[in-house]
């Protein structure tokens, strides 16, 4: 390994690639990789695009394996599938990597190290930053604002001017990308599969934080996101899970004015859909917010029949 890899918990930290339709994305990814991480780990959600068949194929200087799941199984099943074969392997620590994240040179070690500085601390976060937007934050770890039952990527969207730098905690890390320790997985347990696609991270940092750990915020490891590759597409998939989610994020963790805040929230953005239905273009959307409460009124989490 060269001067950018992790000098430390035995060199053994294996990166775990859940992967959807990523044949284009991937080559970038795992070349940021190849020096900083012992190998890969790829859990192929039931990709159309070739993506499972190149990876059987690609050589490089990453020890690369694939699981390759015949269909989307969701954000979190999938990188319960990596972590468990992971350690299985002898990872000494879990890199999560979103198939459209790249690293820089040095992202991994400052990931180490934050990790080390605590015994307590459950997951190192970078600082995210959009690959197509120079200058302009992804985010600096998560953040969990209490009395609205919400979960978002602390200052997602501002310039970067250095302003969370200072900072060494932060709620939750971010599913985008981050460095966990095996012994928090041993407490905490893995991600939640019922959320399927968002809000999984968050959760799983509650969960850590409600049993004595924390998440460290790594500001000298940057990561370039592009940030929701796999639904970009398909606007409304994004809105239905961010919908159904919250609202069982709020049920589960936040107080009760919290959750009220959050239905409140969500039943104002419900009250407009109606007119939406007027435009065919946007009934899809419509649809994906009504059906989104309606489903986590009914308990129907996991895999959406309608949005995929």
């Known amino acids: 390994m060269s001067p950018n890899a992790a000098p430390t918990l035995d060199a053994r930290i294996v990166a775990v690639i859940p992967c959807w339709?990523?044949?284009?994305?991937?080559?970038?990814?795992l070349a940021a990789l190849s020096d900083q991480?012992?190998?890969?780990?790829?859990v192929d959600n039931g990709s159309t695009d070739g993506t499972a068949d190149w990876l059987r194929t690609a050589t490089g200087g990453l020890p690369l394996t694939l699981i390759a799941n015949a269909e989307n199984r969701g954000?979190?099943?999938?990188?319960?599938?990596?972590?468990v074969a992971a350690r299985a392997m002898g990872a000494s620590a879990i890199l999560l990597v979103n198939d459209d994240a790249r690293f820089e040179p040095g992202a991994v070690a400052a990931l180490v190290e934050a990790l080390l500085a605590s015994p307590r601390a459950a997951a190192a976060s970078p600082k995210l930053c959009y690959a197509d937007r120079p200058g302009i934050l992804n985010g600096s770890g998560g953040q969990v604002l209490p009395a609205r039952g919400w979960a978002a990527l602390r200052g997602a969207g501002e310039a970067d001017r250095g302003q969370?730098?200072?900072?060494?905690?932060?709620?939750y890390p971010s599913g985008a990308a981050c460095l966990l320790r095996p012994a928090a997985l041993d407490a905490v347990g893995l991600f939640d599969e019922a959320y399927y696609l968002y809000y999984e991270d968050a959760d799983?940092?509650?969960?850590?934080?409600?049993?004595?750990w924390a998440t460290?915020?790594?500001?000298?490891?940057r990561v370039q996101h592009v940030g929701s590759a796999g639904?970009?597409?398909d606007p409304a998939r994004r809105r239905y899970y961010n919908v159904r989610n919250r609202l069982r994020f709020a049920r589960r963790h936040a107080a009760?004015?919290?959750?009220?805040?959050a239905w409140l929230e969500t039943l104002r953005l419900a009250a407009v859909q109606p007119l939406r239905w007027l435009w065919p273009e946007r009934r899809r959307d419509a649809e994906a917010v009504m059906l989104g409460i309606a489903d986590h009124l009914r308990r129907r989490y996991g895999r959406s029949a309608r949005f995929g």
């Open 21 to 29: 339709n990523a044949r284009r994305r991937l080559p970038a990814v």
């Open 37 to 42: 991480v012992a190998a890969a780990l790829l």
């Open 75 to 83: 954000w979190p099943t999938a990188v319960n599938q990596g972590i």
């Open 164 to 171: 969370y730098d200072d900072l060494l905690w932060a709620d």
């Open 204 to 212: 799983w940092g509650l969960r850590a934080r409600a049993a004595g």
């Open 216 to 221: 460290r915020y790594a500001p000298r490891g």
């Open 231 to 233: 639904t970009a597409g």
């Open 256 to 261: 009760p004015l919290g959750r009220l805040r």
